[in-house]
Antibody, heavy 121, light 106 residues
Framework: EVQLVESGGGLVKPGESLRLSCAASGFTFSNAWMTWVRQAPGKGLEWLGCIKSKSDGETAEYAAPVKGRFFISRDDSKNTLFLQMNSLKTEDTAVYYC????????????WGQGTLVTVSS | EIVLTQSPATLSLSPGERATLSCRASQSVSSSLAWYQQKPGQAPRLVMYDASNRATGIPVRFSGSGSGTDFTLTISSLEPEDFAVYYCQQRSTRPLTFGGGTKVEI
């Protein structure tokens, strides 16, 4: 069974940094492209970025609002995905989800339960 | 980036009625469109992928159609558990983008 468990959320002040983690199990993490999506309170879903598998180059791509401030990385030895968030703004307040389309061809997208990040002074 | 526009924003229906949700893309996404269902406090759940393929475990009352720029998600006869917010997402071009959502409410 696929499990994705995010952690690292919390309350931070504007301008500060935070690193989120997503622990993965139940699939071959090293072969998976991984994605971060967020949802501000009462708002819709926002794709933040993704990181390719090592065999596909392990490069990351980002949405414009976070490019240059957020960085996605992975540790395949620990089956863990990371989201480094720098220069946080109040508008970054949201629930942050990791997800994988590892089983997309079989009609599945797996999501974590989300972790709340609150940016407030 | 590709902008997805969903309509209507809210759909007020009763159990047993038919729901028709629309998603329009600012440029062609071929058939690379997915639909998600989200209930309060839960992560999104894939409902439809590649425009017209039901995701794992999704009942046959859900169907999807369209290609290019215009897509439709249809729920033939609403069940109580179908009342939720539905989002479309284009998977054609990065950055992947979501529509603003359609709330299906009683």
């Amino acid at each position: 069974e696929v499990q994705l468990v995010e952690s690292g959320g919390g309350l931070v002040k504007p301008g500060e940094s935070l690193r989120l983690s997503c622990a993965a199990s139940g699939f071959t993490f090293s072969n998976a492209w991984m994605t971060w999506v967020r949802q501000a309170p009462g708002k819709g879903l926002e794709w933040l970025g993704c990181i390719k598998s090592k065999s596909d180059g392990e490069t990351a791509e980002y949405a414009a609002p976070v490019k240059g401030r957020f960085f996605i990385s992975r540790d395949d030895s620990k089956n863990t995905l990371f989201l480094q968030m720098n220069s946080l703004k109040t508008e970054d307040t949201a629930v942050y989800y990791c997800s994988t389309t590892y089983y997309y061809a079989a009609g599945r997208v797996d999501w974590g339960q989300g972790t709340l990040v609150t940016v407030s002074s | 980036e590709i902008v997805l526009t969903q309509s209507p924003a809210t759909l007020s229906l009763s159990p047993g009625e038919r729901a028709t949700l629309s998603c329009r893309a600012s440029q062609s996404v071929s058939s690379s469109l997915a639909w998600y269902q989200q209930k309060p406090g839960q992560a999104p759940r894939l409902v439809m992928y590649d425009a017209s393929n039901r995701a794992t475990g999704i009942p046959v009352r859900f169907s999807g159609s369209g290609s290019g720029t215009d897509f439709t998600l249809t729920i033939s006869s609403l069940e109580p558990e179908d009342f939720a917010v539905y989002y479309c997402q284009q998977r054609s071009t990065r950055p992947l983008t979501f529509g603003g959502g359609t709330k299906v409410e009683i």
